[in-house]
């Protein structure tokens, strides 16, 4: 039996979204966008019904897609809780790829006494940066210091900012805007966004990362207590944070968020043709001894269903897929707020979405089969 599932925007990561679920043969899709033109891409697909409306109207937004197993937000994160009310109104289950922390905060008030299952954050970071984390923190005993460093990435940068358009350009400027979480020095704490910058390199390659708001999901609250230092930071090319902190600071963008977005968006190309890198390192104490556990995976833009996706689309909507497949079989808890280190990394990567995260011989050759 086909399960119903509402995707709420239809930008580049809710039509990857649909692209995934309808394509793996277990998912109808209602895609709904207030953009009646975004829609048209979707007009005659099979197992795709769209609806052109309002999403910041959550009781109608509720009544359109009640019915559905659940509701997979892609809108933009100042949409975030529109769609979730709408989504326990409807009775469905609520996935969403929020970074933003005041939001997340809401969703988990709405899933204290809820009947249906309520996961943020179930994108790339937070998301699938936290399962990893997870998956080697629980071989420590002690745990010291735990750093979380996520990009995506023009492959072939060629501009000042080093980058290229890859990802929403509002998700981008809030992470480099708003107050980041971190556990410092044992102690829970708010850090400013775009400091600490840092410089290490990878195959060969030197980047910067330094911090940046959301990444962490709920593991700041997690590891309160068990951790001495736990931090995340957003990696790009070098040069990359220099030029943003003037265009938020000197020049008071980030008191104008409206005319960054605007200039960003018609100077700075879009590109299919990236990377993403995940880079995960804890360390602490193992059977008595100081040790040192790290993750790295890089993933790249490749073809899905006779169409080229990005990297970032990919990884993106891969997991939030991913979660909502181990939902939909029983692998996750149907109630309550499910944190990502819920979730298990080994059945995250075996499943047929997960399996994007997976190293490349492993994804094709499960693809193959």
């Given at each position: 039996?086909?399960?119903?599932?509402?995707?709420?925007?239809?930008?580049?990561?809710?039509?990857?979204?649909?692209?995934?679920?309808?394509?793996?043969?277990?998912?109808?899709?209602?895609?709904?966008?207030?953009?009646?033109?975004?829609?048209?891409?979707?007009?005659?697909?099979?197992?795709?019904?769209?609806?052109?409306?309002?999403?910041?109207?959550?009781?109608?937004?509720?009544?359109?897609?009640?019915?559905?197993?659940?509701?997979?937000?892609?809108?933009?994160?100042?949409?975030?809780?529109?769609?979730?009310?709408?989504?326990?109104?409807?009775?469905?289950?609520?996935?969403?790829?929020?970074?933003?922390?005041?939001?997340?905060?809401?969703?988990?008030?709405?899933?204290?006494?809820?009947?249906?299952?309520?996961?943020?954050?179930?994108?790339?970071?937070?998301?699938?940066?936290?399962?990893?984390?997870?998956?080697?923190?629980?071989?420590?005993?002690?745990?010291?210091?735990?750093?979380?460093?996520?990009?995506?990435?023009?492959?072939?940068?060629?501009?000042?900012?080093n980058y290229n358009l890859t990802w929403s350009t509002d998700?981008?400027?809030?992470?480099?805007?708003?107050?980041?979480?971190?556990?410092?020095?044992?102690?829970?704490?708010?850090?400013?966004?775009?400091?600490?910058?840092?410089?290490?390199?990878?195959?060969?390659?030197?980047?910067?990362?330094?911090?940046?708001?959301?990444?962490?999901?709920?593991?700041?609250?997690?590891?309160?207590?068990?951790?001495?230092?736990?931090?995340?930071?957003?990696?790009?090319?070098?040069?990359?944070?220099?030029?943003?902190?003037?265009?938020?600071?000197?020049?008071?963008?980030?008191?104008?968020?409206?005319?960054?977005?605007?200039?960003?968006?018609?100077?700075?190309?879009?590109?299919?043709?990236?990377?993403?890198?995940?880079?995960?390192?804890?360390?602490?104490?193992?059977?008595?001894?100081?040790?040192?556990?790290?993750?790295?995976?890089?993933?790249?833009?490749?073809?899905?269903?006779?169409?080229?996706?990005?990297?970032?689309?990919?990884?993106?909507?891969?997991?939030?897929?991913?979660?909502?497949?181990?939902?939909?079989?029983?692998?996750?808890?149907?109630?309550?707020?499910?944190?990502?280190?819920?979730?298990?990394?080994?059945?995250?990567?075996?499943?047929?979405?997960?399996?994007?995260?997976?190293?490349?011989?492993?994804?094709?050759?499960?693809?193959?089969?």
């Amino acid at each position: 039996m086909m399960r119903k599932v509402a995707v709420v925007g239809a930008g580049k990561i809710g039509s990857t979204v649909v692209d995934l679920l309808v394509g793996s043969g277990a998912y109808e899709v209602l895609l709904v966008d207030q953009s009646a033109a975004a829609l048209k891409h979707f007009d005659g697909r099979a197992h795709v019904e769209t609806a052109a409306m309002a999403i910041d109207d959550d009781q109608a937004l509720a009544a359109r897609i009640k019915g559905c197993f659940a509701a997979v937000n892609c809108a933009p994160f100042h949409l975030t809780t529109a769609v979730a009310r709408a989504a326990k109104a409807a009775g469905a289950h609520y996935l969403d790829l929020t970074e933003d922390v005041a939001s997340s905060r809401v969703v988990r008030e709405l899933a204290a006494d809820s009947k249906t299952a309520f996961i943020p954050q179930c994108g790339l970071a937070p998301g699938f940066i936290t399962i990893a984390a997870w998956d080697l923190i629980k071989h420590f005993d002690e745990l010291h210091d735990v750093r979380l460093r996520v990009g995506a990435l023009p492959r072939y940068p060629s501009n000042a900012l080093n980058y290229n358009l890859t990802w929403s350009t509002d998700g981008v400027i809030n992470e480099y805007c708003e107050p980041c979480e971190a556990i410092v020095n044992g102690k829970l704490r708010e850090t400013p966004a775009m400091e600490e910058r840092e410089e290490f390199a990878l195959d060969g390659v030197t980047y910067e990362a330094f911090n940046t708001s959301g990444g962490l999901g709920t593991l700041c609250h997690t590891l309160d207590g068990q951790v001495r230092n736990l931090n995340y930071k957003t990696i790009r090319y070098p040069g990359h944070a220099a030029i943003i902190k003037a265009l938020l600071n000197d020049l008071n963008l980030r008191n104008r968020r409206d005319v960054l977005k605007d200039i960003l968006e018609n100077s700075v190309p879009a590109t299919m043709q990236d990377v993403v890198i995940v880079f995960v390192t804890v360390s602490g104490m193992k059977e008595g001894r100081l040790m040192q556990e790290t993750y790295v995976n890089k993933v790249y833009a490749q073809e899905i269903g006779g169409e080229v996706k990005s990297a970032i689309q990919i990884t993106t909507a891969g997991a939030i897929c991913a979660v909502l497949d181990m939902l939909a079989d029983g692998s996750l808890p149907a109630t309550g707020f499910i944190r990502q280190e819920d979730i298990p990394l080994d059945a995250f990567l075996a499943n047929r979405f997960g399996r994007y995260y997976a190293p490349e011989e492993v994804s094709f050759r499960a693809a193959a089969e």
